[in-house]
């Protein structure tokens, strides 16, 4: 059988939160089969390797609720509607750490659960320059933590960061640094 996409017919059911959309979906399947198919649609996320004084990098330790751990992670946020990556990860890096960026860098775009999640991931590094203040969002309570690559690169090794995202882009950083 030949690969093809599935094609959408109509959504059955929608739920709107505050950052994605769950939905189901009724489809014509990639085998020609009609099917109901779960899908969170998501704008996307953007994450960021700041890296400060050439030889450290920022994380950030922060309480999720969907793992219910403290999790050291790089900066990182949602994509508002109409809002291009690289913008939202300006915006995220200034808000989150205090600080401005400067030549940024693609380390590449990611599907962390491409079968029922349309949310794409899209990695940058920026050195950090200008440090103004924080401009947390109201359920953003997190710790800025400084480490040198070499502390990095041995966390990395240990398997320490759980936080796919902040795995990928530390990973992809190091693999050009």
């Known amino acids: 059988m030949k690969l093809k996409k599935a ?16 939905r189901k979906d009724e489809v014509v399947w990639v085998n020609d089969k009609k099917l ?5 649609k998501h704008n996307g996320v953007t994450s ?3 890296i400060f ?3 450290n990098i920022i994380l ?8 219910d751990e403290i999790m050291y992670e790089v900066p990182a946020g949602t994509i508002d509607p109409g809002e291009k990556p690289l913008s939202c990860a300006k915006r995220e890096l200034r808000e989150e750490t205090g ?11 990611y599907y962390p659960s491409p079968a029922y ?3 794409q991931i899209f990695c940058y590094q920026a050195e950090c320059i200008e440090f103004d203040e924080q401009n947390l969002d109201e359920d953003e309570i997190l710790e800025v933590k400084i480490k040198s690559f070499k502390e990095v690169q041995k966390m990395l090794k240990k398997n320490f960061f759980k936080d796919m995202k902040t795995y990928i882009s530390l990973s992809e950083f190091f693999k050009n640094y």
């Open 117 to 119: 999640n349309s949310c």
């Open 36 to 40: 109901v198919r779960d899908y969170i």
């Open 60 to 67: 950030l330790r922060q309480y999720r609720y969907g793992s």
């Open 48 to 50: 960021i390797v700041p």
């Open 53 to 55: 004084e050439k030889k």
């Open 7 to 22: 094609k959408f017919i109509k959504t059955k059911k929608s739920i709107k939160a505050n950052v994605f959309e769950f």
């Open 99 to 109: 600080y401005t960026g400067k030549n940024w860098k693609s380390l590449g775009s």
